[in-house]
């Protein structure tokens, strides 16, 4: 490859490498910390220890405010020992007034701001000891806020590979695995059969077959979302029509359970998800049968084959590169469900997507839910080199 030639591909390695790799590359790196954005001592990537300097700033001057509030009610050597006590708060915190972010903190400098730390509360109990029949306004809150001054030295989160070692005992995430595979094979299945049907009506040369085709892709075009909620009506247990005519035929025992039981969401979204991407499976291999050769059916015909053998020895043989691209890309848009099951059933069954959201975004774990996100990845692999291995390598180089 030339320059001239390898400055063409450029503009799609760099698309590749922004959208694509930058967030797996990503993802890997918080897998190997304990990265919680709901808590201050572990919001970010720390390989060692940190101080909190805003914080800590703050918190020091809460308590001489409170010790200013206090001179009024002490005598004249207790002020003299608010004010020293004062001084020496000031003194500690004034390093870092100007700081707006957390700060690298040498191992020295973290065992001096705990020793300060500890002499504070001890002279603030020595005031309390002093005046015991006055209530200061620094007992009521020196407690807290030294606690949260020694909170703001953070140590490091990084724990390398025990996010995984964790994954691996994790029970919740096996459940959430074999519910996005039981979603995932059964409704490929049903998807690749009507899909097939739909596409060898299609395929005909008959009257009306454009109205057909234009038809049938309209439940595709239609955002998941939106088709989500339509089917959430209609399996609504009091006035859907669908939990009404299955009560009726005997598969549910009553229709609030379609939506209430885990067997019934799980069906719910299957059908749901059947119904909206069948069209696009059909689709795909309706533009593999539309190349295969019509005299190859003609010769066929004239050797006397019929519908089932031209269908297995010609069609499929000659259908197998367009049915792994189908197969592929369902498989994979399926085993990622999101939309379509937090919309219809509020997050049941709860499949790998819908629990790295809650731990990523409910929970703020950016951690843990990075490691779950890479088994994902990993599971979407191995998906891949299943298809490929089965249907044939030679067809991805074709």
């Not at 101080?51 to 509030?69: C, I, M, R, T, V």
């Not at 809150?141 to 030295?153: P, Q, R, S």
């Not at 097939?196 to 892709?217: E, F, K, P, Q, Y």
Request: hydrophobic share 50%; net charge negative.
């Amino acid at each position: 490859m030339t320059w001239r030639q390898f400055l063409f591909v450029l503009p799609l390695l760099l698309l590749v490498s922004v959208f694509s790799l930058y967030p797996i590359i990503t993802s890997g790196v918080y897998s190997f910390f304990d990265y919680q954005t709901n808590d201050q001592t572990r919001n970010a990537m720390y390989t060692g220890g940190h101080l909190n300097a805003p914080l800590f700033h703050e918190d020091g001057k809460y308590l001489n405010f409170y010790l200013k509030k206090d001179l009024q009610l002490v005598d004249e050597p207790g002020q003299a020992t608010i004010a020293a006590l004062q001084a020496d708060i000031e003194a500690a915190i004034e390093p870092y007034a100007q700081k707006k972010e957390p700060i690298t903190l040498p191992q020295p400098e973290e065992e001096r701001i705990l020793a300060v730390i500890g002499e504070i509360r001890q002279r603030i109990r020595s005031l309390e000891e002093a005046y015991p029949g006055t209530e200061l306004n620094i007992s009521e809150n020196a407690d807290t806020l030294l606690k949260e001054m020694e909170t703001c030295i953070v140590g490091s989160n990084f724990i390398g590979l025990k996010g995984y070692q964790r994954l691996v005992g994790d029970t919740r995430f096996f459940a959430a695995l074999r519910n996005t595979l039981v979603f995932t094979v059964i409704s490929v299945f049903f998807e690749l059969i009507i899909g097939m049907g739909l596409a060898l009506v299609m395929n005909r040369s008959i009257r009306g077959i454009g109205i057909v085709r234009t038809v049938s892709l309209i439940p595709w075009a239609i955002p998941t979302a939106v088709s989500a909620l339509i089917w959430t009506y209609l399996y609504d247990g009091t006035s859907g029509i669908v939990a009404r005519v299955f009560t009726q035929l005997g598969l549910i025992a009553s229709p609030e359970l379609l939506l209430t039981s885990a067997g019934g969401t799980m069906a719910a979204a299957i059908i749901a998800d059947v119904w909206k991407t069948t069209p696009y499976m059909a689709l795909l291999l309706l533009a593999g049968l539309q190349v295969i050769d019509r005299g190859l059916y003609e010769s066929a015909s004239v050797d006397g084959a019929g519908p089932m053998r031209t269908f297995t020895q010609i069609t499929l043989p000659l259908l197998k590169p367009s049915l792994l691209v189908a197969l592929l890309f369902r498989t994979l848009d399926a085993f990622r469900v999101y939309d379509l099951i937090a919309v219809l059933t509020k997050g049941t069954p709860e499949t790998l997507s819908i629990y790295a959201y809650k731990v990523m975004i409910g929970q703020g774990n950016y951690g843990y839910g990075a490691v779950i996100v890479l088994a994902m990845f990993l599971c979407v692999g191995l998906i891949a080199l299943l298809y490929v291995k089965v249907l044939g390598a030679e067809l991805m180089n074709d």
